[in-house]
């Protein structure tokens, strides 16, 4: 279901665009108007994280907007409330990213059916290897969802294979090794590595970690499928308020 969204959608664009929210952070009412100007601007998918005391994927940007969230009151609970309801006002697939101690706490199961239930298409648990996740897996097959799936550029062709094997909706290329908003070098070796990737797999490729501006994206066009901005957005908005980030998604549209 969410590939065939990705494919219709990329004969309107050559480069589709997937943002990030911390939900709670700066607060719910907050996150809800960064849905409405992304969604509004053009935005063609969304993560919804679910903050985390130790996400340990995410650099600087996004871990303070975790705390901040958390310190506010964000639970669980709430952020499963505020993406059921994002997901029925606003036209776009939403997934969850999180870490594999949510899931794991509120059981494997009962995530992927309350993911379905309220209507989000996938989630993204970086530190939940294949190997490990066979239940979370199985649960996220049996709810119809996507199970995100990542490569690195240290994966080998090997493991792409295996990985790429059990893919669904897309795959998340990490542009770089480290944390989320860090720069990232937009050089031939991410091409030949994008390169790689592409021949690995089938589904649509999607790459994030470091991509933030009009130059990232045009790079990106023609070697991946989506890009995935993420701690860019969180800054605009800290910088220039959440109506900034209207503005700034609408300068990264592209057309096919």
């Not at 996740?133 to 990542?150: D, R, V």
């Not at 592409?198 to 990106?220: H, N, Q, T």
Request: hydrophobic share 45%.
């Amino acid at each position: 279901m969410l590939e065939s969204y990705i494919r219709d959608k990329q004969k309107q664009k050559d480069l589709l665009l997937m943002t990030h929210i911390v939900m709670g952070y700066p607060s719910f009412d907050d996150s809800h108007a960064m849905v409405k100007h992304m969604v509004a601007a053009g935005v063609d998918l969304m993560e919804l994280q679910i903050p985390f005391s130790e996400p340990m994927a995410d650099g600087p940007v996004i871990l303070k907007a975790n705390q901040k969230a958390l310190e506010q009151g964000a639970t669980v609970a709430k952020c499963l409330a505020f993406a059921k309801d994002m997901a029925a006002i606003y036209p776009i697939p939403f997934l969850f990213m999180t870490y594999a101690n949510i899931p794991y706490r509120f059981g494997m199961a009962a995530f992927a059916k309350t993911t379905a239930d309220i209507g989000l298409t996938g989630a993204i648990v970086p530190d939940l290897p294949m190997e490990e996740g066979a239940e979370y897996l199985q649960a996220m097959k049996k709810n119809q969802l996507s199970p995100i799936q990542m490569f690195s550029p240290g994966t080998s062709d090997a493991r792409m294979a295996q990985i790429a094997s059990i893919a669904s909706g897309f795959i998340y290329c990490l542009a770089r090794k480290g944390v989320t908003g860090a720069q990232t070098d937009l050089s031939d070796d991410l091409a030949q590595y994008l390169a790689r990737c592409r021949k690995a797999a089938s589904v649509p490729l999607a790459v994030g970690f470091g991509i933030k501006d009009r130059a990232d994206m045009d790079f990106l066009a023609g070697r991946a499928d989506i890009a995935v901005i993420g701690s860019e957005t969180i800054r605009v908005m800290e910088k220039g308020g959440v109506a900034a980030v209207r503005d700034f998604i609408q300068g990264l549209s592209r057309s096919a």
